[in-house]
């Protein structure tokens, strides 16, 4: 039996499910530019304002849309890219607005995690040939180095405020996550290794980090990259920064490395790191309490916190045993891939009303309580690429050097 990152057939199936997705998305674009936060049945919600971090992932989903010559995907990549150039740009004091809330009034502080995603949005919307992405993808970058990236530390720093005064002392590891996401696309787009081996020295921390502490990554740091394990322990199922380790991250982090290693990146073995990675998120997260599903935390001691199903999870799931597999052929990894995508059918996608319920409660029904609605399509959207693609180059380009396997 072939496996199924494999098989012709799956991979037309994953490619017809990236076409419902972009179709559930269609209503997305705000008026003024930007993206909006999506309810169950796809209908904007004004109410959410419009968020930066959706914006930018609505860019960078329907630029690959664009690439792969599905129509309506680059009008909605351009109403949303209109948003980075517009309304969430700080024309006073430089960079990107968290979001503008629906007065329009623009959120506080400047975040690491927003920064990163304009530049993955600017690298995606640039291989499509969106007006101005080139432009925007300069000062993205130019940005971000100004601002955020700390060379001494060889990782990014994570919040300051509007003005760009005062840095916050926190430092955290899902920002530099997708720091590391968007400075491989930037090096891909913009053929300067600098970015990649800025990706290479956080990457080799998370590992580091990782495999000092059983490979139960830790989230949350001091300013001098300490680990605050109790951090947020009163505010256990945050979006962003939940207490414990996060099973996602965990396999979000195994699925990167191997990017890394594919484009060249030196600094750490990353196949063993990603291995290990995977093998603890796995063993920590499925099934934890009985039922099938990845909980959201565990604590230090792999028992579970957060014991609800968030969808991207169950996304990264499928994204790293694709890439797994592929790295390594082991057939292990392909029939985890099959089983995660068994379950996704079965409980996640919403087959009614489109799209992937974001959040389930422990018996697999869906919940609201810590993402109402279907905020965007990153996660899913980008599972459906993963399995097609080489792990290098990045998504965008390599969509556009015409290397999705079919």
Known sequence: MRAWPTVPSH???????????????????????????LDDDGTPLPAQGVQTWITCRTVHVYSLGTLLGIPGSRPIAEAALAGLTGPLRDTQNGGWYPGVGADGTPDPDKTAYAHAFVVLAASSATVAGL??????LTDALATYERWFWDDAAGKAVDTWDTTFTTLDPYRGINANMHTVEAFLAAADVTGDRVWLDRAARIGAFAASAAAANGWRLPEHFDEAWTAQPEFNDDQRDDKFKPYGATVGHGLEWARLLLHLEAAGATGADWLEAARALFDRAVADGWAADGADGFVYTTDWSGAPVVADRMHWVAA????????????????????????????????VIDH???????QLDVHNQPAGTVWPGKADLYHAAQCTLIPRLPLAPSLATAVAQGLVRS
């Open 316 to 347: 990264e799931a499928i994204g790293a045993a694709a890439a797994l597999h592929q790295r390594t052929g082991d057939e292990q990894y392909a029939q985890r891939y099959a089983q995660w995508w068994d379950y996704v059918d079965r409980y």
């Open 11 to 37: 991979l037309a199936w994953l490619d017809r499910h990236l076409n419902s997705l972009l179709a559930f998305g269609r209503h997305t674009p705000a008026p003024g530019g930007g993206a909006y936060w």
């Open 131 to 136: 007006a101005g992405a080139r432009e925007l």
């Open 352 to 358: 009614v009303n489109g799209s992937w319920f974001h």
